[in-house]
């Protein structure tokens, strides 16, 4: 069974900083593209960070609002299989549930799995 369990979320202040953490199992970590999307109330979920598996070079994308802000990395050493997401210089606007994904593609397509979520509240 799969499971992606997100940890991290929380109240911050504007400015302030946090650090997201997700704990894979059930897949060879490896293998997928990890990423974090987030989801504001009444908004679709977009993406937030992507990093390719190791074997590719752990290669990054951001969205374009977030460069510079957000640092997306990943360990998978000794079957850890964690994936974080550093968040600084928060804004109100960050506020929003944060979701860890997992995917691969292969000949059927993209394959997803989603973790819960943790909410992330940016305000004074």
């Known amino acids: 069974q799969v499971q992606l369990v997100e940890s991290g979320g929380g109240l911050v202040q504007p400015g302030g900083s946090l650090r997201l953490s997700c704990s894979g199992s059930?897949?060879?970590?490896?293998?997928?593209?990890m990423g974090w999307y987030r989801q504001s109330r009444g908004k679709q979920r977009e993406l937030v960070a992507l990093?390719?598996?190791?074997?590719?070079?752990?290669?990054?994308?951001?969205a374009d609002s977030l460069k510079g802000r957000f640092t997306i990395s990943r360990d998978n050493a000794r079957n850890r299989n964690m994936v974080y997401l550093q968040m600084n210089s928060l804004k109100p606007e960050d506020t929003a549930v944060y979701y860890c994904?997992?995917?691969?593609?292969?000949?059927?397509?993209?394959?997803?799995?989603w973790g819960q979520g943790t909410q992330v509240t940016v305000s004074s």
């Open positions: 994904n997992a995917h691969y593609y292969s000949t059927a397509g993209r394959r997803d799995y």
């Open positions: 059930g897949i060879i970590f490896n293998d997928y593209t």
């Open positions: 990093i390719a598996p190791t074997n590719s070079g752990e290669s990054t994308n951001y």
